[in-house]
């Protein structure tokens, strides 16, 4: 029986922080049994790297978007260029966008009010595009769950009713398990990360014990938030062995099928085709 492999939902080998060893660590996943990895755009310099290295290794995949920190430095220049990097063979998602309200204590109430209205607006712009280009999308919320879940409920009412709705992804997801029905309900999936395995995690080893497996995917958000025991570290996709360990024993299930189930469930979000091993 050929053993299942890793389905990493959500990585940034873009970042810095792998400028020195990026292929050497790319190259040794297979190793470590991930199979494939969507590399997320975060800038418009990010959405062209995470391209770029769909193009080059391939198990890596691509996520184009703009995060909400760079909202306000977006154009309709920009969004022309999402459209065509969104239309290259290996590009699988709208991603990351959304609603960050993180720091605002250091913004006067003027400031606060025009950095929200710039993500409100390309947030809704880039969902339109995913829309338009029929890509599942990949959602980043920080302090926003209720405008999140405001917008995206819009969104999905619409969206859904026309063949072309893929559903998406809650990043790093932060709310309720009541939430996360709501959010499945609405077609989207769940991404668990590293937080799962911090001894401060709050409401997210509730929403993964109440949640069904088939809601849930697999991510990193590398080089960020590592899982125990290696928090602090740069994080990278062989460390997600961590997180299904603990989903494993959080559902009372065997770590193979959570590697199995939640691959499927990437697969078929992102309409990538079974990869035993990647290349």
């Known amino acids: 029986m050929v053993k299942s492999m890793i389905f990493d939902t959500h990585a940034h080998y873009d970042d810095d922080w792998f400028d020195a060893d990026r292929d050497e660590v790319l190259r040794s996943l297979a190793a470590h049994s991930i199979g494939t990895v969507v590399n997320v755009?975060?800038?418009?310099?990010?959405?062209?790297?995470?391209?770029?290295?769909?193009?080059?290794?391939?198990?890596?995949?691509?996520?184009?978007?703009?995060?909400?920190?760079?909202?306000?430095?977006?154009?309709?220049?920009?969004?022309?260029?999402?459209?065509?990097?969104?239309?290259?063979?290996?590009?699988?998602?709208?991603?990351?966008i959304g609603f960050d309200y993180g720091?605002?204590?250091?913004?006067?109430?003027?400031?606060?009010?025009?950095?929200r209205a710039a993500q409100k607006l390309w947030f809704k712009r880039q969902l339109a595009l995913a829309e338009e280009v029929s890509l599942p999308v990949i959602i980043h919320s920080r302090g926003a769950d209720g405008d999140t879940l405001s917008v995206m409920r819009e969104w999905a009412e619409g969206a859904s009713k026309k063949p072309g709705f893929r559903g998406g992804i809650i990043h790093c997801f932060s709310g309720s398990p009541e939430i996360a029905e709501e959010y499945r309900r609405l077609g989207f999936h769940v991404g668990v990360g590293g937080v799962l395995t911090f001894k401060n995690a709050r409401r997210l080893p509730d929403v993964v014990a109440a949640a069904p497996l088939s809601?849930?995917?697999?991510?990193?958000?590398?080089?960020?938030?590592?899982?125990?025991p290696h928090r602090g570290e740069r994080n990278d996709s062989s460390l997600l062995r961590y997180v299904v360990a603990k989903i494993a024993e959080i559902k009372g299930i065997t770590e193979e099928e959570v590697i199995r189930v939640t691959a499927a469930n990437a697969r078929q979000l992102f309409g990538i085709k079974e990869q035993e091993k990647n290349e």
Do not use: N, W
Request: glycine content about 4%.
């Open 41 to 96: 755009g975060a800038s418009m310099e990010g959405a062209r790297a995470s391209v770029a290295l769909s193009e080059e290794y391939p198990f890596v995949y691509a996520a184009v978007g703009v995060h909400p920190d760079y909202a306000q430095q977006m154009t309709e220049a920009d969004i022309e260029e999402l459209r065509s990097l969104a239309r290259q063979a290996k590009t699988v998602a709208i991603g990351e």
């Open 215 to 228: 809601q849930i995917v697999l991510e990193t958000d590398c080089p960020y938030l590592a899982p125990v």
């Open 103 to 115: 720091h605002e204590e250091e913004l006067t109430e003027a400031e606060r009010d025009a950095k």
